[in-house]
């Protein structure tokens, strides 16, 4: 093959003759007659884009929610994927379609607020791909137009990429939309209504046309105008625009609004000529898609006045002319302490009531959390290094555990919480009750941990040489709580040892995952723990409701056998003056996933699994004596079923022969000092 044949196949020179479309105001007017939509607003673009996508609805705590596919970066495959914050993008969402509708918010900032590391960035990233990718597709085609003063001219761009259906005269714009659209009126998605005046320049070579043509507009677009397709692109500066603040003291509006190109004046003979006048602000280029201000809040307050004009009139104020119309969404993102400061400035208070401020959240549900670290660290990315199972899990369980606020329920952990709103099952805990410590906690997800912090402690331990190619959750902890003690956003002492505090509860629970993991991997016999449980559940239900048990071998009715309720549920350490409650509670919550159409399993209820599987391993510990592992000294027969225990481990948990081989060591250690016996007596 050919490098010409292979460049050929990899070439569509259709689409870049769609994407380069050129034709006279009339073919332009013809395409608006077949598809209004190509003359909507820079609001209804966006929100249009978004929906394109698609959604689905789901339920949590009994409340629907809608995902918004878009936000799952379907155009580079996930790469800037948004997790765990449904929420407070369904409140931008709101805010776009309000906007797209003409309700108000389209007169607004919309403002991303919340602590660093939150996502603000990315979904700004997001918004202003999108619109880019859909202007590319036919569905978000949009146009613009060219001039031609004299034949002998170059054609030169609307400097502004204004909407051709500007050239009408104003007087007779409305009348002559509607007489162009009579017959389409019922199809129309939104109202086609075309608002302001032309650029400066624009309006200024509209205007010497008009003079020569004495007044015939026709004529004039005619012979010196061209509609071409707009595709928007922030490499090239077209439609989209971002704007970050640098030094206060040389902070200067044109960078907004555009300046005086001194070159020209020569030619033109005076500065207020738009000819000699670049309109390349960013207000200026980011005109029928977006304008980006990072750390919004961090601008002069002459920038600040321009943004009151942009927002309110959709208007800005070049250098030497007139207020100038704009079609763009403001979007800008800020943190806490600048927010703060926003609020304490009265002088500030007409911006303020320009904003719709969004708050965009740490993450608090631990399977989203988990999600941000996969997507930069798995075994497909991360090459010639294992991670063992829970490494990312664990990571993801503190920076979680730093967000959340401290439940006023004194029976309820933080780390019961923590698993309450990812969604596992404690008794006595409903939705309701999920719910209501939502509520009593609105700022949580405002404080705490970003997941930079801990993507670069996993990233560290990757890169150290210990662990034989493998890192686990201790190495990983171990970074974490390190890097504690030069966080330069921790802000008191009492603070870094509460972070300390959890990564010991992290760890804790490690503790408790691997045991439970190696208990499985003894025992290997969900079948036999699932007849444990039905026979458990069985002889709960003839208790509380007083009848007896059926033999299933004598096929005789008999009391419900207490001594093997007593075994299981001591292994959670239920005493016997608590045993009604806890089967009352067990009884309770299997009738209420009933009620809710769903089927109870032992998985369900963390209590309940952790107590079966403990009865079951200690029923067939003695298989194989973990503390054995601890001594230098294993015979044969036990070093086969540590093989088997481990082969165990590796096929059913994703463990590797290093990280299995340690995790066994680990918890024989935890046998060897004496911690069994709370677990396993």
């Keep these: 093959m050919s490098f010409r044949t292979l460049a050929r196949r990899f070439s569509n020179q259709e689409q870049y003759r769609s994407l380069h479309w050129v034709g006279s105001f009339e073919d332009y007017l013809n395409i608006v007659h077949q598809r209004p939509e190509v003359t909507r607003n820079a609001f209804q673009r966006v929100y249009d884009m978004v929906m394109s996508w698609g959604s689905d609805e789901t339920t949590r705590y009994k409340r629907s929610l809608t995902r918004y596919k878009f936000f799952q970066d379907p155009i580079e495959h996930g790469k800037d994927a948004v997790f765990g914050l449904e929420e407070p993008l369904m409140r931008l969402v709101g805010v776009l379609k309000s906007a797209a509708e003409g309700f108000g918010t389209e007169k607004r900032v919309i403002l991303l607020h919340g602590p660093v590391g939150s996502s603000k960035s990315t979904i700004a990233r997001m918004l202003k791909k999108g619109i880019e990718h859909y202007s590319r597709i036919d569905e978000g085609a949009l146009y613009t137009f060219q001039w031609r003063m004299s034949p002998n001219d170059e054609w030169e761009d609307s400097p502004m990429h204004e909407e051709p259906l500007k050239l009408v005269p104003s007087e007779v714009r409305r009348e002559f939309v509607d007489e162009l659209l009579k017959d389409r009126k019922k199809d129309l998605r939104y109202p086609v209504e075309i608002h302001g005046d032309l650029d400066p320049s ?108 942009a927002t309110q009139e959709h208007k800005i104020k070049p250098k030497k002319f007139a207020q100038t119309d704009i079609d763009e969404v403001i979007l800008g993102h800020t943190n806490e302490p ?68 401290e439940p006023k329920n004194a029976s309820l952990s933080l780390l019961q919480k923590l698993k309450l709103y990812n969604g596992k099952s404690l008794p006595g805990f409903t939705e309701d009750n999920i719910a209501e ?78 045991k439970n993991e190696v208990q499985k991997a003894i025992s290997a016999d969900e079948d036999a723990i699932a007849r444990l449980c039905a026979n458990y559940v069985d002889n709960v239900k003839a208790y509380t409701q007083r009848e007896k048990v059926k033999n299933k071998y004598t096929g005789q009715d008999e009391e419900p056998d207490e001594r093997l309720m007593r075994s299981i549920e001591e292994k959670i350490d239920i005493p016997e003056s608590r045993k009604d ?21 032992y998985w369900t209820n963390e209590r309940l699994q952790k107590a079966l599987e403990l009865k079951l391993f200690e029923d067939q510990k003695d298989s194989i004596k973990l503390k054995n592992l601890v001594s230098n000294v294993i015979d044969k027969e036990t070093q086969e079923k540590i093989d088997i225990v481990k082969a165990r481990l590796i096929k059913n948990y994703g463990y590797n022969d290093v990280s299995a081989t340690d995790v066994l060591n680990f918890v024989a250690s935890i046998f060897a000092r004496g911690d069994a016996v709370r677990s396993s007596s």
């Design 202 to 309: 624009s309006r200024f070579n509209f205007k010497l046309l008009l003079d020569k043509y004495d007044g015939d507009w026709w004529t004039a677009l005619e012979n010196h105008v061209r509609v071409r397709r707009l595709v928007l692109s922030e490499k090239d500066r077209v439609g989209i625009g971002t704007f970050q603040p640098k030094d206060e003291k040389n902070q200067d509006s044109t960078e907004l609004t555009g300046d005086i190109n001194y070159r020209k004046i020569a030619v033109y003979g005076s500065d207020s000529d738009p000819r000699a006048f670049n309109f390349d602000g960013e207000f200026n280029i980011a005109n029928r898609g977006i304008i980006e201000f990072i750390e919004i809040l961090k601008l002069d307050v002459a920038f600040l006045y321009d943004l009151l004009g």
């Design 338 to 405: 600048e927010y703060r400061k926003l609020q304490s400035n009265e002088l500030m208070e007409a911006f303020r009531d320009r904003t719709v401020k969004i708050d965009i959240p740490y993450i608090t549900t631990l399977s989203d959390e988990i999600k941000i670290y996969e997507k930069d660290f798995n075994q497909q990315k991360v090459k010639g290094k294992f991670i063992a199972p829970h490494t990312v899990e664990m990571a993801a369980m503190w920076a979680v555990l730093t967000r959340l606020e």
């Design 437 to 514: 410590l939502r509520e009593a906690a609105p700022r949580e997800g405002m404080h705490g941990i970003s997941p930079r912090y801990v993507q670069d402690k996993i990233s560290n331990a990757l890169v150290s040489d210990q662990g034989e190619g493998t890192i686990n959750p201790f190495m990983v902890l171990n970074e974490l709580e390190e890097g504690l003690r030069h966080h330069s956003l921790i802000a008191s002492e009492d603070l870094r040892k509460h972070y300390k505090d959890l990564l010991a509860v992290v760890k804790e629970e490690y503790e408790d995952v691997v």
């Design 581 to 601: 409650d806890f089967r009352r509670e067990i009884m309770n919550y299997i009738g209420a996933l009933a009620i809710d159409g769903k089927q109870f399993h």
